[in-house]
């Protein structure tokens, strides 16, 4: 009993001076962002206050990947930051500098061969060299070096997928876009309905939406237990309450595209492997929530202004944000005919009135003139000329292939929530790249980046089985 009470004592001295000397370093540490406060130098103060969670974050590719996917749902420009790269470059570059660290101390510093490599690397060599002959290489260089970061963002996810299970890594990226969805629910209806509501995240959250819906369906579908089902089908409604908020036509399309393919696919998967819960889950989504989603929306007086604009698909002659993306198109169709080999160089198209004068002239010219084309395909066609094009076309046929082969192969129940979240996934990047924006830049970039380094993680051979 005395050598316990003495071990007690002892232990109690111990921290008593472990805290004593902490709390004088501390101290001592506090005082260079103190003194940088007092002088009006807040931003040096703040990156100096940074720096010890910057090293924390380097030692986890875990945490570093939470602090990137969440930072990557805040849309924050420059001019708010006061630096042309945003938080989530930041964050991004703190994540892939974590895997590196990571992957050349503690493991065998050698490099796999994935089946998304090849079409990658094509992109990026069609890019670069539309960037060599580019009408002003000056404007190629932020978008090169954007396509170059996707594919290290690319291997940072499948090398994390290698450590941590890749249905967490997708759950958490669902989870967080649940979070930004609830808080634009609650601003569009407290609004009435009358604003278009993209959050905190901006015009990005249309892809999100356009990802995360069909996702938490799939999640829906095929969760085993019954509070899983409930609790992702709550999530489902909120995502898609959040999508319907931002009125996109694109989104919209894109869900009334996707959803029917994952219904009928997952219906027939689970057909073939005798999954009674998740045929009986598809049948009661066709039979009664979609009919209460239509009255609902149909019945309510918050939806008036998305009515008016499902109108203008209809209208006699194009107009308003129908008649921009259709001018975009002639233009971006013109400029590839400028230079179809390597076209008028990636980045380039804010200037296509300089190449194209008689855009000039145009009524809409106004609105074309530093736009992007909101057509990947036909922006890479003008930008990069045939080879981006062929590029990126069978990046989107190869992840659509590879989403297709895992959900054909995969028998075990366990894995098919992200079996069929992936394959979906894969599907909306595929047919999107025709007639929306983005996807390969910015916010949205990132997300191409977490879907295709799954996707080859779970489609290495060995790996068809990725567990939870």
């Not at 993209?198 to 799939?218: D, R, Y």
């Not at 219904?263 to 057909?271: D, E, G, M, P, Q």
């Not at 109108?311 to 975009?328: F, M």
């Not at 069978?394 to 192969?409: D, E, N, S, V």
Request: glycine letters at 6%; a positive charge.
């Amino acid at each position: 009993m005395r050598n316990a009470a003495n071990t007690i004592s002892l232990s109690r001295d111990l921290w008593k001076r472990f805290s004593l000397k902490l709390t004088f370093l501390l101290i001592l540490a506090s005082v260079p962002p103190v003194f940088l406060l007092i002088s009006n130098r807040a931003i040096p103060a703040l990156i100096y206050l940074a720096v010890p969670f910057v090293f924390l974050f380097l030692c986890s590719p875990r945490y570093s990947f939470y602090l990137f996917a969440a930072l990557n749902f805040i849309y924050a420009p420059y001019f708010m930051t006061g630096f042309a790269v945003h938080p989530w470059d930041i964050a991004a570059f703190i994540f892939i500098g974590a895997v590196i660290i990571s992957w050349f101390f503690k493991y065998s510093p050698t490099i796999d061969k994935t089946a998304l490599d090849y079409s990658i690397i094509a992109l990026i060599m069609a890019t670069v060299l539309s960037a060599v002959f580019a009408y002003k290489p000056s404007l190629s260089v932020v978008p090169t070096a954007r396509i170059i970061l996707l594919y290290f963002m690319f291997r940072s996810i499948y090398y994390l997928a290698g450590k941590m299970s890749s249905f967490k890594i997708l759950g958490y990226f669902i989870h967080i876009f649940t979070l930004f969805s609830l808080y634009n629910c609650i601003m569009f209806f407290s609004s009435g309905g009358s604003l278009r509501i993209f959050g905190i995240s901006g015009i990005a959250f249309e892809t999100f939406c356009m990802i995360g819906v069909p996702v938490s369906l799939a999640f829906a579908i095929w969760s085993e237990k019954k509070a899983g089902r409930f609790f992702y089908s709550i999530i489902f409604l909120i995502n898609l309450a959040a999508t319907i908020a931002t009125m996109s036509r694109g989104a919209l399309l894109t869900l009334f595209i996707a959803v029917p393919v994952l219904l009928f696919v997952s219906h027939r998967k689970a057909k073939r492997m005798g999954c009674n819960y998740a045929r009986r889950y598809v049948r009661g989504f066709v039979m009664v929530l979609i009919p209460l989603l239509l009255i609902a929306v149909v019945a309510s007086g918050y939806f008036l202004l998305l009515g008016e604009r499902l109108e203008e698909l209809g209208a006699d002659q194009p107009t308003g944000t129908i008649l921009l993306r259709l001018s975009l198109w002639k233009a971006a169709f013109n400029g590839f005919l400028l230079d179809p080999l390597t076209g008028i160089g990636i980045g380039n198209f804010r200037v296509i009135d300089d190449l194209l004068t008689n855009l000039k002239f145009d009524a809409v010219r106004y609105y074309i003139v530093g736009m992007s084309f909101h057509n990947v395909f036909l922006q890479y066609l003008s930008e990069t000329g045939l080879p981006g094009a062929l590029a990126i076309f069978f990046l989107g046929w190869t992840a659509f292939r590879l989403g297709r082969r895992i959900m054909h192969k995969n028998d075990q129940k366990s894995d098919m929530p992200l079996t069929a979240a992936l394959y979906i996934s894969s599907f909306v990047f595929f047919i999107t790249i025709f007639y929306m924006r983005a996807w390969t830049w910015g916010q949205e970039g990132y997300v191409l980046a977490i879907i295709l380094g799954l996707l080859a993680r779970v489609c290495r051979p060995h790996q068809i089985s990725t567990g939870r």
